[in-house]
């Protein structure tokens, strides 16, 4: 099967010389969830604009479900689902106004529709707050009530981008629960945009990490990791065992240090590889005092991919992006 | 795309009904101008003394009994411009609040974007015209007041000739400044615009006052005046022995060319303008 979504040297400049996206290629497979990691500004959301349409690339070309993103803006736009970052329900309509509506802009059969909508405000668990208008709505069941409408006419293709951004974390966790559903009863592909590690980490089977325009890594979150030469296990001890060359002899084990008391054991699975060097420590008589294993994380990827670490790139940007957010609704309130 | 068509139109229809005062702020501004300015001010007496013999008052007013029936079917048109020129305003606020992305991305013809608001602009202005209407009838019930007085002839053809050519004047109007406000970022500054045109496009017309009594260039401008047209057209299918300027197929066609040209125009424009 082709991939679903095919991106070619994809490039974006705006006025001119800003080069949001600089040339980026990369394929996503169907069914998968396939993340965009990046701080603020490297190019996640120009690169979701164009993928559905909404802005034409300067060059380069991709494919959405076998469709041209410029030649068959149309064909694209039938078959795909945003999620976008701001949010775009109408405040003053009702939650299942507003899904109705959507809907009807994607032609979904009458007789289908009213089901439709009901299973999803259930599964949003936006029911009892189905005929109220949607300025009455928190932030939290907007975005709940945005991804109900992004999935309206089953797309196949479902872009989101940052669809957990500032929301608290117990939100977070029920929106990828919906996430997760739905991928699982629709077998929807999944492109999502985030700057939340763990949350990439954890849902994403591929991870394209994004800088400045620009992929600089592409791969499994678990490939990512082991790219960085695997998990180190800290072992703190009362003596030193007398041949070093019997850790390292372990299947698993990469390097070995020793200073101050503790060996730093680079390994490739630390939690499979631990048991069989407290063994051997034991066995040498070595009394064992504590334990550590560390794993790598994406951050770490980050930082061995763009020099920096992206918590840091992120902080200022992520107070910024909040306090705009609560600007927003309040002129929303205001309306 | 009759489906998206109809959902978009609802939807700007809801956001207007759902705020009464709304409603009755749009009512409020003719009902002022026909209720003091048009029980007020008796334009025939004011240039020629009481009394004046009713031909020579037919002759200024183009076939009206009197000033207030004459600026009363003006009105309508006026009220029609009004509702219009704000037609665009749900794009501006759309683009704002992140609605016009959703359309954007919507399997939907981009024309369709402005059209939703033109449909429901027209909807608004004809329902509300027609209201004025009635309350001028109204008037010439009310002991004391002047009211709109219409000839025998005036029959449910002549009604519904009345509603095609204000839903023609409206149709032109709403496509015009919703074509405008896909342009503008921002409410001010629309609303800077319309306040620039909403008096010249009214003022230079035979929607208040006859162009008889205006300079020869107002008069130019006057007579090409979509506004004009209508109330011309009307004007003749109301009152008994009308005085047009033009015939009133002649009104008509006016009117279905001007409708026509600027719905094609802000269809055309929505593509381009939308489709980034």
């Known amino acids: 099967m082709p991939p679903i979504v095919q991106v070619k040297n994809l490039v974006k400049i705006f006025n001119g010389s800003v080069r949001a996206v600089d040339g980026v290629s990369f394929d996503v497979n169907e069914g998968e969830i396939f993340g965009f990691l990046g701080p603020n500004g490297a190019g996640k959301t120009t690169t979701i604009s164009m993928l559905t349409t909404l802005i034409k690339p300067t060059s380069g070309n991709a494919t959405v479900a076998g469709h041209d993103i410029v030649k068959e803006a ?4 039938n078959v795909i689902g945003l999620v976008p970052q701001d949010l775009t329900v109408d405040d003053d309509l009702t939650g299942r106004e507003n899904m109705i509506l959507q809907g009807d802009l994607y032609r979904v059969p009458k007789e289908e529709l009213f089901n ?22 928190s932030g939290g069941m907007r975005k709940r009530l945005e991804l109900a409408e992004g999935l309206v006419h089953h797309p196949k293709v479902l872009f989101l981008d940052e669809p957990t951004l500032g929301l608290d974390v117990q939100t977070r966790a029920v929106m990828w629960e919906h996430i997760l559903d739905l991928k699982k009863k629709h077998n929807t592909t999944i492109f999502l945009t985030t700057h939340y590690l763990e949350e990439a980490d954890s849902l994403c089977d591929r991870i394209a990490i994004i800088d400045h325009g620009k992929i600089v890594a592409l791969d499994s979150p678990r490939q990512l990791k082991a790219s960085l030469g695997g998990d180190v296990i800290e072992v703190s001890v009362e003596s030193e065992v007398d041949s070093p060359d019997s850790i390292t ?29 407290l063994k051997m420590l034991w066995d040498q008589g070595v009394v064992v005092k504590s334990v550590n294993i560390s794993q790598p994380n994406l951050d770490q990827v980050f930082m061995e991919y763009t020099g920096r670490s992206l918590r840091d790139a992120m902080q200022s940007s992520v107070q910024d992006r909040g306090q705009r957010m609560a600007r927003a609704m309040q002129a929303r309130r205001r309306r | 795309m009759l489906r998206e068509t109809m959902a978009l139109t609802v939807r ?3 956001h207007w009904y759902r705020v009464k005062v709304q409603v009755f702020m749009t009512m409020i501004m003719p009902l002022v101008w026909l209720g003091l300015f048009g029980q007020a001010f008796r334009l025939e007496e004011l240039a020629m003394g009481p009394g004046v013999p009713p031909d020579m008052v037919q002759n200024l007013f183009a076939g009206a009994p009197n000033y207030f029936s004459f600026m009363a079917i003006g009105m309508l048109c ?24 959703k359309l954007q991305v919507a399997p939907i013809q981009r024309g369709i974007i402005p059209m939703s608001r033109v449909l429901s602009s027209v909807t608004r202005a004809l329902i509300q015209s027609l209201i004025i209407f009635i309350i001028a009838l109204a008037f010439a019930y009310i002991p ?25 004047l409206a149709l032109g109007f709403a496509a015009i400044f919703t074509t405008i406000a896909l342009t503008i970022e921002n409410q ?29 260039w107002l008069k130019s401008v006057a007579n090409l005046n979509p506004i004009t047209w209508a109330a011309d057209g009307i004007r003749q299918l109301v009152f008994e022995n009308p005085q047009p300027i033009y ?18 125009l802000g269809w055309f424009f929505a593509r381009r303008v939308l489709n980034r």
Request: aromatic fraction near 10%; include cysteine; hydrophobic fraction near 50%.
């Open chain 1, 116 to 137: 439709r909508v009901d299973g999803l405000l259930d599964l949003v668990g936006l029911t009892d707050a189905e005929d109220r208008m949607v300025k009455t709505y």
């Open chain 1, 249 to 277: 002899g372990i299947p698993g084990v990469i390097e070995v240090q020793f200073s101050e008391g503790k060996y730093r054991i680079k390994v490739t699975r630390g939690e499979e590889v631990t048991p069989g060097v």
């Open chain 2, 144 to 168: 004391g007041l002047v009211g709109l007085e219409i000839g025998p002839g005036f029959g449910i053809v002549e009604l519904l000739l009345m509603v095609v050519i204000l839903t023609l």
């Open chain 2, 78 to 101: 006026v009220m029609v411009l009004f509702t219009c020129m704000f037609s665009g305003m749900s794009v501006v606020w759309d683009r704002r609040f992140g609605f016009l992305t």
């Open chain 2, 247 to 264: 015939d009133l197929s002649i009104d008509i066609l006016g009117l279905v060319i001007f409708a026509g040209s600027f719905l094609l």
């Open chain 2, 188 to 216: 001010e500054t629309l609303i800077g615009v319309i306040n620039l045109l909403n008096l010249p496009i009214m003022f230079a017309s035979a929607a208040l006052f006859p162009t008889a009594f205006m300079p020869d």
């Open chain 2, 12 to 14: 700007e229809l809801k």
């Open chain 1, 74 to 77: 149309n064909e694209v736009r």
